[in-house]
């Protein structure tokens, strides 16, 4: 089955600089790729998506990016801020299957 | 609602009681999911529902953990025999199709076996 390997499993970050979180999968034929954020105390929220037939996806200051050939994703937040802290998932689905998620990145955005 | 509604929002139950969690997922939505994420980790995948068809159960750890779906709506998740290491926040959540259809989480139900 899929495997989906999620690094650095903890990001400080200084408001106003870049955050990146990096994704792996195992199985080539997962075609969709979920970045969830959860806050404390709360359910995961979607927050962008990106399909195997795009290799980028942007919205506002997040962006997403896929190399099918490396079989890995990234999420990219520009500009951060104190209300991007949070825990983020990456996940990776195969046609008609449950959502496979990684272990999941905190991320603290020093102000 | 709008959204994925849980009940409760927390249980605290002795060990070897039973508990039913529920799910309320977004109306018109066919796929169904549990997940259960214990302290600090990740998401693990518990049962799928699909419309009609077989539940995928391949992530229910357990026979002590089965869960239902009634009229194609509404589902629980039953927890026989609680142990300790049941304790967990229990996630539902619904996408209106199985496959590459956005999943909206529900705000879980915290469990705690004491």
């Known amino acids: 089955g899929e495997n989906v390997e999620q690094h650095p499993s903890t990001l400080s970050v200084q408001e106003g600089d870049s955050a990146v979180i990096k994704c792996t999968y195992s199985?080539?034929?997962?075609?969709?790729f979920p970045w969830y954020k959860q806050e404390l105390g709360k359910g995961p929220q979607l927050i962008i998506d990106?399909?195997?037939?795009?290799g980028e996806k942007k919205d506002q200051r997040i962006a997403v990016t896929l190399n099918k050939t490396a079989k890995h994703f990234s999420l990219h937040i520009t500009e951060t801020q104190p209300e991007d802290s949070a825990v983020y998932f990456c996940?990776?689905?195969?046609?008609?299957?449950?959502?496979?998620f990684g272990k999941g990145t905190r991320l603290s955005v020093i102000a | 609602g709008a959204g994925v509604s849980q009940s409760p929002s927390n249980k605290v139950t002795e060990k070897g009681k039973d508990v039913e969690l529920r799910c309320d997922p977004i109306?018109?939505?066919?796929?169904l999911y549990w997940y259960r994420q214990s302290l600090g980790q990740g998401l693990e995948f518990l049962i799928y529902?699909?419309?009609?068809?077989?539940?995928?159960k391949s992530g229910l750890p357990s026979d002590r953990f089965s869960a239902e779906r009634t009229g194609g709506s509404v589902s629980t998740l039953t927890i026989q025999r609680t142990q300790q290491e049941d304790s967990a926040v229990y996630l539902c959540?619904?996408?209106?199709?199985?496959?590459?259809?956005?999943?909206?989480f529900g705000q879980g139900t915290r469990l705690t076996v004491v």
């Open positions: 996940a990776a689905l195969m046609g008609n299957t449950p959502l496979v």
């Open positions: 199985d080539s034929a997962s075609n969709y």
């Open positions: 990106i399909r195997s037939n795009v």
């Open positions: 529902f699909q419309g009609n068809s077989a539940p995928d």
């Open positions: 959540a619904s996408s209106l199709q199985g496959g590459v259809a956005e999943a909206f």
């Open positions: 109306s018109g939505h066919t796929a």
